[in-house]
């Protein structure tokens, strides 16, 4: 069982950027794909980037390439999302969520078995 916690967002200008925690308090943490949501209002859950369980590969969503990375550190069991070059449609509640498919990198929400509670970013024109 996985508790994630995330953290990092906040209110910032086009262009500006932040950088989004996600601390998970189980001891497998290093055996999950971990993965970045986001829900905009109004809309569904998007996927916005994944990154391996060893931490060597990641995968992200068209919108986001170039401006987000994704990383993770095992021994502090925590992920990480910096986004740089923010726009104002990147607002939305941003998830982090943890996948025991691990063998290639999964988009869709039902494929994630653990959930952050969510922060928001908000990011004005």
């Known amino acids: 069982q996985e508790q994630l916690v995330e953290s990092g967002g906040g209110l910032v200008q086009a262009g500006g950027s932040l950088r989004l925690s996600c601390v998970a308090s189980g001891r497998t943490f290093s055996s999950y794909n971990m993965g970045w949501f986001r829900q905009p209002p109004g809309k569904e859950r998007e996927f916005v980037a994944a990154?391996?369980?060893?931490?060597?590969?990641?995968y992200y969503a068209d919108s986001v390439k170039g401006r987000f990375t994704i990383s993770r550190d095992n021994a502090k069991n925590t992920v990480y999302l910096q986004m740089n070059s923010l726009k104002p449609e990147d607002t939305a509640v941003y998830y982090c969520a943890a996948s025991r498919l691990v063998s290639s990198f999964r988009v869709s929400p039902d494929e994630y078995d653990y959930w952050g509670q969510g922060t928001q970013v908000t990011v004005s024109a």
């Open positions: 990154v391996n369980w060893y931490g060597r590969n990641t």
